[in-house]
């Protein structure tokens, strides 16, 4: 129950060295509020990265090729080569339950224009399937369907920042036509959000048709890269050596064995790797947060000794009026306990509203790789917990000590 007179005189013995006090919860109040601002800093810097990688398939490897390591087939060493549209034919027919993504990436050195408004921007081939590997959410219009593939027109989806600076106030991009190096292309779709372009600058994309790309470019039937996915009950790590050796067995200028000559990407693996370096430092700030409050909970502990020591006459006074062991040890932890979650609160709600405030500064502009720092309210509690224990275990060596004093050598105590 509720004991007004204890806290009363709890109060009364902490207010006598007002700074000591202080000083004493300065510890504790520090450990939790740079554990919980930490920690809150970390949850930023995982989900802006983590964002980055919302808008594309894990389950998912990246295939380019390099120069040739091993001479073969009548080619030197160091021999340039290409995908080929053929490639993509022969693959969707080797293993039809993969999603085949061609991809061709240029930088357009003029950029995109409209109206004497201009935006830097990558130009980017495109075929429908890409939507199986890559979550692009339409603000407006289409995405590139078959007919645009199959007639080559010249169409395209635009990225969000293309589309800010060439269409500001809110203008309806749609049937627009854009000038990408002279040639006009018909806006049919923009799409928005903040995402890895694979091999591009996602919100500065102007995605085409392949085969309107590959004319306009004088590519040919060259493919720059090609996006490996599968379905969720498919493991991409499973196939993708098999795959590899598919695609070098049906150049006949690159050796079975050139492994550098084909490079690859695992984003499955890419994603788990940083999911245990977040991990690592999650853990990393926990050590640091906790050894810093445990710190503090240990300078509590020593001055509930000095305190003890201090008021020795007046436990031996209680002592000799009947207060029991109980009723000593009660009120040092509960005078711990009181010091330890008083600071610690004020530290925790400190750490949290720093976080918060962070947050929406970081909301309004155009950081990308840290974005809502905070903790949840688990950890919160998690937080608040681990006070209530350290404040009753820092008293509870003082409280001991306490309760071992003999009345009679108490009083006489000077």
């Known amino acids: 129950m509720f004991d007004r007179e204890l806290y009363k005189e709890i109060w009364q013995a902490i207010s006598k060295n007002r700074t000591r006090s202080i000083l004493t919860a300065f510890g504790v109040f520090w450990g939790l509020f740079m ?22 398939a894990k389950n998912t490897t990246l295939l380019w090729t390099n120069n040739t390591t091993i001479p073969y087939g009548g080619f030197r060493r160091n021999h340039w080569w290409n995908f080929k549209n053929s490639d993509v034919v022969a693959l969707n027919k080797q293993y039809p339950e993969l999603y085949i993504v061609p991809r061709i990436t240029r930088w357009s050195g003029g950029g995109a224009s409209y109206n004497l408004r201009t935006s830097e921007c990558s130009v980017v081939g495109e075929y429908p399937i890409t939507t199986k590997v890559e979550y692009i959410k339409l603000e407006c219009g289409r995405y590139i369907n078959e007919m645009d593939i199959l007639q080559r027109r010249k169409v395209c989806v635009i990225g969000p920042r293309v589309r800010e600076e060439l269409f500001p106030n809110g203008e309806d991009p749609l049937g627009k036509n854009i000038s990408l190096s002279g040639v006009y292309y018909k806006v049919v779709g923009a799409y928005s959000g903040k995402g890895v372009g694979i091999g591009f600058n996602y919100e500065t994309a102007v995605r085409l048709p392949f085969s309107t790309m590959q004319q306009t470019y004088n590519l040919g039937d060259n493919v720059g890269m090609l996006i490996i996915g599968a379905p969720a009950d498919h493991d991409i790590g499973d196939v993708e050596a098999e795959v590899m050796r598919f695609i070098r067995s049906r150049h006949k200028d690159v050796s079975p064995d050139d492994n550098e000559a084909l490079s690859h990407e695992n984003l499955n693996k890419t994603f788990k790797q940083i999911t245990n370096l977040f991990l690592g430092v999650d853990l990393l700030i926990w050590l640091v947060g906790l050894g810093t409050l445990l710190a503090g909970v240990i300078g509590i502990s020593n001055i509930m000794l000095v305190i003890v020591k201090e008021r020795t006459q007046e436990i031996g006074i209680k002592r000799a009026l009947g207060a029991t062991p109980g009723n000593i040890i009660r009120q040092i932890i509960t005078e711990s306990v009181l010091l330890t979650v008083v600071a610690g609160y004020l530290g925790l709600v400190l750490g949290v509203l720093i976080n918060e405030g962070l947050g929406v500064i970081l909301a309004s502009s155009d950081n990308s790789i840290f974005m809502n720092p905070g903790i949840n309210l688990s950890v919160g509690l998690v937080c608040l917990t681990i006070l209530v224990v350290c404040g009753a275990l820092a008293g509870l060596l003082p409280a001991m000590r306490a309760v071992k004093i003999k009345p009679i050598d108490a009083i006489r105590e000077e």
Do not use: E
């Not at 920690?39 to 980055?52: E, I, P």
């Open 35 to 56: 554990l919980i601002t930490l920690a809150g800093a970390g949850n930023g810097l995982r989900n802006g990265v983590l964002a980055q990688y919302s808008n594309v």
